[in-house]
């Protein structure tokens, strides 16, 4: 008997195939047809199992019934018909049974069904078990700090690797390519149970669900939710939309939908010409379609699903899906009695195409320009168009902070606590208070590194050592293999005079002190002696006899080799005072060589053990703390002047980016600001990319609202002649109000200055607050009267505050661009306080000067007007009215403000007069005007600019 291999086996599956091929099936010897151990029944005999199976059900190596040793003695364990040498993940191997049983719920890595050791990513494991952690939906705990950090948009649950892949999504969203979506694409199906996008079966190309198609591929026919080859009788093959299209109601079978495509007619009626005999209706009423036997209905209006084919004075019906149609080819409204559709351009798709999405009306409205797809709203996009990113649903030039661009050109974020990356595995710079090492963001440096805190960084520690607190040779903290022994921070080979190696801390410590060599801390393991005392070689101890060392809470009387007690607070000391002692036992602690019961402030308490006795001392905090627990910065219970308390224990001398001070304490800026001045989102100073700064604000905003473009990262004020545009020039115009005519990027008005053209084509006065104004009321202002400047966000003029004045009705006001700025937070310091002081105090001196001064400014003025109304100046103010030829018909200029960068009257400002002529009002003219021209100047201003 012949039998085919598979592409791919190890040798005990050849062994096992040659053995087929060679001896042919084992007949079984059972009369009841039974087999042994390790074959199975196939035709009435028995064939051997694949190597790896103790019993099967088939020869592959997936047929598996029953697992235990192998041939190579290996044992096995049965999962999904597999024998595996190992069990997956959330299964442990059961040994009696040699099978994989399920770990406990929630449990990814366990020995057996009641012991966790590892749990699925959302677990924490406690006591074995695995408990839920307390993220929200949307939320994924990291691993190394057990904060919760946010999925991507739509994630229910997501990876802890990278937050932007799905697991699962909220209700609403459908998993597709780790990826969360409001609607699946095509080629796949919603199922709503799981919130899956399934691919759709073959040969569907479209679907909505695995047994209903909605488009075939190409050589197929749709057939009520079908693909056939063939169409049924009374439908016919319709290959512009390849779909089975029902036969007029006058026939039985067509090759077309019109009342002339008739094959073959109902009843006995044969057709004559395609045509099958109908009944005539009365004027202004048609067939309905429907055939009822031998007879017809008439109808004075077609019912739903069909319509009015005014030509063969018929019903006829709409095309599928449609369930109203003004036309077989123009749909007004679709059928989603089964399925969803959506109406575009007269005909009903189950997704709407490239660039559009779909609504609730079920209609597909176009994405968002930026966008190539989007999904849910216009400017939720999918993909965008070329030299775009996306990042978090929206199109950006550049990826912000805390994310990198991906091979497939979207913004993804970097790994935790990473500020710069060039890809997830690979940072640059850390969060704060996170340092880097070799591409990761580390909330401790590992062994052999120090942290930099500074430059935010792991450092190496000096060769010699294991671990250590910087980078010199005397910083070890434990040494290496090559320099074992560790001497005040460095690591040697052997130790120094009169210190030994102490195995256990496994470094050089210092003998006692009547020693100059020991091979021990005690009195009694002296080997030498130090100069003035003697060895006993029967107790090893140096003293003034021989015979034995000082006692604790002694100490050696240098001139009289005689042991003195210490004060009654030491526990050791080098002298009998309060302020001689050496160490202190608890509950005293040792400060400045005396011995406290409280240590003071600046320093925090330490205690360790020696000889059995608890022995206290006062160590200093870091200078940055006033009051402390331990030696490092983050220790502080109370800052020192000068420093502010971040986050629970840390002080810092200024507070890090995204944090504001309150005198006391860094508190975090709204998430839109990256550097602030206060709490909430009004108190930005610099926005969080790719949030824009709104010129006149402190507020961030995601897009720059109407009157506004974007430049270097902030909104700036369009020129108010200009309803949108590129720059802030008259010439940078986009778009303009109602009223005013676009050419070559110019906005030009109808009406004069102050005035508005209305909706009925009347110039309207402006709002008495407003100069200039794109509407009625005090909102549409577009620049102020003197003393007044524009609020742009709200296109309100409000009243310049005066020096130190804050009040929500006034604006400071910015003369070079005539806009309100934020006004600031006034504050008077101690060294404010003390100049203005000074300030006062010398006042009387100055006033004869500034009086003096006062009287050589005002001639200097006099002078100049008398020089201006003489026309001898370069930079009095001009007009220039424009002629018929340089003005389209009708031709009329935009008004003007001062540009942010110029002052004053300075600028090109542009009127239309009331009986239809345009000037155009310039500075810094460089040649005379002739006398005509000078004399129309003059009539203009003494007539209609008598006001400016």
Known sequence: MRYTTPRTMNAGSTLFILSLCCFGFIRSRSPALSCPSGQFLLKNQCVLCHPTCTECQGHELFECTACGLDEEGKERFLYQGHCRLHCPREFYPDREQYTCLPCMPNCEICADANVCAKCREG?????????????????????????CIDCGIGCKTCSTDDPEICHSCTDGYFLYRQQCRQNCPQRTYEDRGRGLCISCPEPCVDCWSDSLCLTCQSGYFLNNGTCVKECPVDTFKDSRGWRCQPCH?????????????????SGWSRPAYGKCPVISCPEGQYVDGYMLEQEAVCVDRCPLGFYANSSSLLCERCSANCEACESRDECVSCNTDTYQLYLFQGSCWSECPEGYFETELGTCEPCDELCLTCDGTSKQCLSCREGLHLASGQCRQNCGPMSYVAEDGTCRRCAPHCDVCTDFSTCTTCSFLYLLLNGACKAVCPKGYFEDLDQGICVSCHSTCATCSGPLSDDCETCSALNPKLYEGMCLEECPAGTYYQTSDKECQECHQTCASCDGPEPTQCLQCEKGLVLDPNTMMCGVTGDSDCPPKTFLQNNQFTCQACHRLCQSCEGPGPSDCQT???????????????????????????????????????HVCATCTGASPRDCLSCAPGYLHLLSHLCVSHCPTGYFSTGERCEKCDRSCEQCSGPGPDSCRVCTPPLLDLQGTRQCVDQCPQRFYESKHSCRQCHTSCKSCTDNTPQGCVTCDWGSVLQDGVCYPHCEESRYYSQSGVCEPCDESCKHCSGAGPQSCLTCHPGFALHAPESQCLPCCQSGEKNEKCCLCDSGSALCLEAPVP?????????????????????????????????VVFALVQARAKKRLCWRRSYERLSGGEQPSPRPMPHGVPEPEDSGDEVDVVYTSREGSVYRRYGFIHEPDTEEEQDEDDAYENTHLSRA
């Open 249 to 265: 109601s006058s026939c039985l079978t067509c090759h077309g939908p019109g009342v002339r495509d008739c094959d073959r007619c």
């Open 123 to 147: 677990y924490n494991l406690q006591s074995g078990i695995c408990l839920t952690v307390l993220c929200g939906a949307g939320q994924v705990q990291d691993p190394d700090t057990q904060e």
């Open 584 to 622: 202190c036992a608890l509950p005293n602690y040792l400060h400045n060589g005396s011995c406290v019961s409280k240590c003071p402030v600046g320093t925090y308490s330490a205690h360790e053990d020696a000889d059995g006795v608890e022995l206290g001392f006062c160590m200093p905090c870091d």
């Open 827 to 859: 504050s008077i310091n101690q060294d404010d306080a003390i100049l203005r002081s000074q300030a006062v105090q010398h006042a009387s001196a100055a006033l004869p000067a500034a009086l003096l001064l006062a009287v050589v400014l005002a001639l």
